[in-house]
């Protein structure tokens, strides 16, 4: 049975620049604060997440250790130099790239109302794979070289779209190849996961990267609550959320630094996942068999003339 759960809004923006109409939406989508931390929860109880603006910054303090209120743990602590030594890159290393633990930087977080129409499926699920550019001319057999790229990917036949930015904001160069779309990222960049809402609905918008929940650290999973994306919004999502106040930012790195690796759940390692659900009872929701209708509808179904009624 679905109920009505707390979700929360981004008071920070969490992308390099803010518009006018990300500002807005934003607005729109807002709860009300929230400085307390989350209290031990089921994942069906635990809060999805919205953005409201105030500003983008780098926090001067190091990472914060994880609490017991559901966000995603730190990074362990480097390894002391006999370890380190010991851990040099051998010919069994994994090549490529993964996300490590970024620096910190401000997000805030407060709540909003948001019930689920389906509480464990979503409407749709996208998928983008991350590598370097020798990674990404391997995984995609060359077909990358001299391939023309795209800014990101449309989900749901355009009624939202999901992409990577760098953090100038400028979209990183994505391949298709077969039904799999790959992004080409770069050892030490941050990046940001941008996702946008064509629609007049609410949408709920859960994300992994590298097989984690951004919000929790955890293994992802449906259950999880996301980010609220209003009518029409923009949302940036910048790191794995630390507290109601942060996030540590997201940042390309070779697999034995990433943080999957580093918690022992690498075998993801590589993968950047969003899953969106609607609203119950949104008056026109984006249901695949409705993108699907829409997508074979005929302009000029009457093709030849029919008989006359007696």
Same mark, same amino acid.
């Given at each position: 049975?679905?109920?009505?759960? &707390?979700?929360?809004?981004?008071? #920070? ?8 109409? %990300? ?9 009300? +604060? ?5 209290? &031990? #929860?089921? #994942? /069906? ?16 303090? +190091?990472?914060?250790?994880? !609490? ?16 380190? *030594? #010991? ?6 290393? $994994? ?12 997000? =805030?977080?407060? /709540? ?6 389906d509480a464990q499926s979503p409407f749709a699920v996208t998928t983008l794979n991350y590598n370097d550019s020798t990674g990404v001319r391997a995984m995609t057999r060359g077909a990358s070289l001299g ?8 989900? +749901? ?5 999901? $992409?990577?930015l760098d953090a100038s904001g400028r979209p990183l160069p994505t391949y298709d190849f077969g039904n799999r779309r790959f992004v080409v990222g770069n050892d030490g960049d941050r990046y940001v996961i941008?996702?946008?809402? %064509?629609? @007049? ?8 990267v590298d097989g984690l929940d951004v919000i929790d650290g955890r293994a992802g999973s449906f259950e999880k609550r996301g980010y609220l994306l209003g009518p029409w919004a923009t949302v940036e999502i ?34 950047? @996942?969003?899953?969106?659900? +609607? ?13 699907? =209708? =829409? *997508? !074979?509808?005929?302009?000029?179904? @009457? ?8």
């Open positions: 049975m679905n109920r009505t759960l &707390p979700l929360f809004a981004l008071t #920070a923006a969490i992308g390099v620049s803010a518009c006018a109409s %990300h500002r807005a939406s934003y607005e729109a989508s807002s709860g009300s +604060a929230r400085n307390e931390p989350l209290s &031990p #929860a089921t #994942a /069906s109880q635990q809060p999805a997440y919205a953005a409201t603006e105030e500003g983008e910054s780098y926090a001067q303090s +190091a990472p914060a250790s994880a !609490d017991a209120g559901g966000y995603a743990p730190s990074a362990p602590s480097p390894a002391p130099k006999a370890e380190r *030594r #010991a851990m040099e890159p051998t010919r069994d290393e $994994r090549p490529g790239l993964g996300t490590s633990w970024g620096e910190t930087r401000t997000s =805030r977080v407060s /709540s909003a109302p948001f019930e689920r129409s391939a023309p790229t795209r800014d990101g990917i449309e989900v +749901a036949g355009g009624a939202l779209s999901v $992409r990577l941008q996702v946008q809402n %064509h629609t @007049g609905n609410r949408i709920e918008a859960v994300a992994t910048d790191g794995f959320r630390q507290n109601f106040a942060e996030v540590a930012a997201f940042r390309f790195g070779s697999v034995r630094d990433s943080y999957a690796e580093k918690k022992g759940e690498g075998r993801n390692v590589g993968v950047i @996942g969003v899953a969106f659900f +609607a609203e119950q009872n949104a008056p026109y929701p984006w249901l695949q068999p409705e993108v699907e =209708r =829409r *997508r !074979d509808a005929d302009p000029f179904p @009457g093709r030849f003339a029919t008989p006359p009624s007696y």
